[in-house]
Nanobody
Framework: QVQLVESGGGLVQAGGSLRLSCAAS????????MGWFRRAPGKEREFVAA????????KYADSVKGRFTISRDNAKNTVYLQMDNLKPEDTAVYYC?????????????????WGQGTQVTVSS
């Protein structure tokens, strides 16, 4: 089992940038596919980005492709989400998640562990 704690959220203007971090407990961090999801008010949780265990493969939602970059540092048990050119539509609580599977999943059921979330607010 792994515990996840997100940080780095905040309030930014449209066009600005934020870097989210997700710190994971345990010594088996590199065994997990990691993902970022977000939930806007009144909406379902949606996929944002995911990264394979060694970081060699990534996937992105079309809505963030070219603007967001997911990365991980297994030595630090941390996954990151660099968010550039933020838009008001990006406003949401962002969650990191860990998957026991080897596939780089894009859906909520594919992930087994979830962080508490960090708020990202983008003003216009």
């Amino acid at each position: 089992q792994v515990q996840l704690v997100e940080s780095g959220g905040g309030l930014v203007q449209a066009g600005g940038s934020l870097r989210l971090s997700c710190a994971a407990s345990g010594r088996t961090f590199s065994s997990y596919v990691m993902g970022w999801f977000r939930r806007a008010p009144g909406k379902e949780r949606e996929f944002v980005a995911a990264i394979s265990r060694r970081g060699s493969n990534t996937k992105y939602a079309d809505s963030v492709k070219g603007r967001f970059t997911i990365s991980r540092d297994n030595a630090k048990n941390t996954v990151y989400l660099q968010m550039d050119n933020l838009k008001p539509e990006d406003t949401a609580v962002y969650y990191c998640a860990a998957s026991n599977t080897i596939v780089v999943g894009t859906t909520t059921p594919q992930y087994d562990y979830w962080g508490q979330g960090t708020q990202v607010t983008v003003s216009s």
